[in-house]
């Protein structure tokens, strides 16, 4: 366990937590049609249908790593893409 290498992990995880924050923020909204004169906006927000399987997947994981905290070097990465 050095500075580096956790300098070096947490940057990828960094990493991997804003690729996947960016792909669901793209993947969740949609373009509509605009009517400015009725008050509507020009996007919706809609919640994809993996948002929630994600959600549950990074609770397990968080389950399974607080049960044995050994795992937690091996689910790092799984839990930073949910």
């Known amino acids: 366990m050095s500075v580096g290498g ?3 992990r ?3 995880l960094l990493a991997v937590v804003v ?3 960016a ?3 793209a993947s969740a909204t949609t373009p509509v049609g605009s009517d400015v004169g009725q008050g509507f906006a020009d996007t919706t927000v809609t919640i994809p249908g993996g948002f929630w399987l994600a ?3 990074a609770l397990g994981l ?7 905290p050994g795992r937690a070097a091996l ?3 799984l839990y930073a893409v949910c």
Do not use: D, E, P
């Open 6 to 8: 956790i300098t070096a």
């Open 10 to 12: 947490t940057l990828l």
């Open 19 to 21: 690729a996947g924050g």
């Open 23 to 25: 792909w669901g923020w």
């Open 55 to 57: 959600s549950f997947a």
């Open 62 to 68: 968080s389950i399974a790593v607080i049960a044995v």
């Open 75 to 77: 689910f790092a990465l």
